[in-house]
């Protein structure tokens, strides 16, 4: 986890997210790189009528958002009583493509994260009805972290990673840098419908754990009921246990598919995402 990337719209929950990501840049020892994707309205763009004016319009705008820009991240340090590192990199760019913008940067910076706040008035429910953050989720190859309205950085010591076991050497291996980077435990949380009366599922993932070079894994077998939502049980084990941070692997374009079984209620969605979401896609 060497490159950690916020993009920021410089609104209250990007601020959020920024202060996060600069408490946990400082644990994992990584870079930070803070962007802002510049966006000029058409009435704006429409008072160029040449291509120099057009350039000039472009160039001020930039320099424009450059210094609301630092403005951001040098109060954000100092909120945490921080001297911005010279590694910060401040980047501005004007596209009207967001994601696909800020996924460029990414790779051209060779990102390990991306970490954005839940977006608008709404919160973690725009979250999962089309806001940039589960578009992020949905297109980025690169692990997606979204931090929730309001939520403050304690430190990362434990992540719960919640799992059906399928794909669960390769889940776990993309898991661990990390888990290395933060020294955090990762609790494995399998909820279990009792499909598998033989254990053979739970026995094969206790193998992998006990053959991984990490060894601050642990497996929570977790009796479930289809009588409740499955995610108004995980947001009960969050309830109780309080980790760090929820981990989940996605699909292309599906969120969490495997985790909420139809009928989930959206504000069960929402309680649920009280804690930190690190997201990965499944391989």
Known sequence: MS???VPTDFSKNATAALRYAIQ???QMESNLIVFHCSHISAYALSS????????????EDEAHKMEILQEQVQKAYKHHDLKMPDSTRLLVSYNPLFIETTLEIAEENKVSLIVMGTHGASG??????????????SKS???????????DYEGLEEVVFASDLQSFSFELT???PFA??????????????????DGHKIKAAREIIEKMPYKNIKLQVQPATLDTSLVSQIKHYLMTHKPDCLVMFTRERTLWDR????????????AALNTPLLSFKKG
């Open 48 to 59: 160029a009528t040449t291509e120099e004016q057009m350039t000039l319009l472009l160039s």
């Open 3 to 5: 490159t950690v990337l």
């Open 259 to 270: 985790l909420f079984l139809k009928g989930s209620k959206t504000e069960d969605m929402s």
């Open 124 to 137: 973690i429910t725009k979250f999962f009805f089309g806001s940039n953050t589960s578009v992020m989720i």
């Open 174 to 176: 993309q898991l661990m």
């Open 180 to 197: 290395q980077a933060t020294k955090s435990t990762i609790n494995v949380l399998y909820m279990d419908y009792h499909l598998d009366p």
């Open 24 to 26: 946990l840049c400082k």
């Open 141 to 151: 190859d690169i692990p997606v972290m979204a931090i929730p309205e309001g939520q």
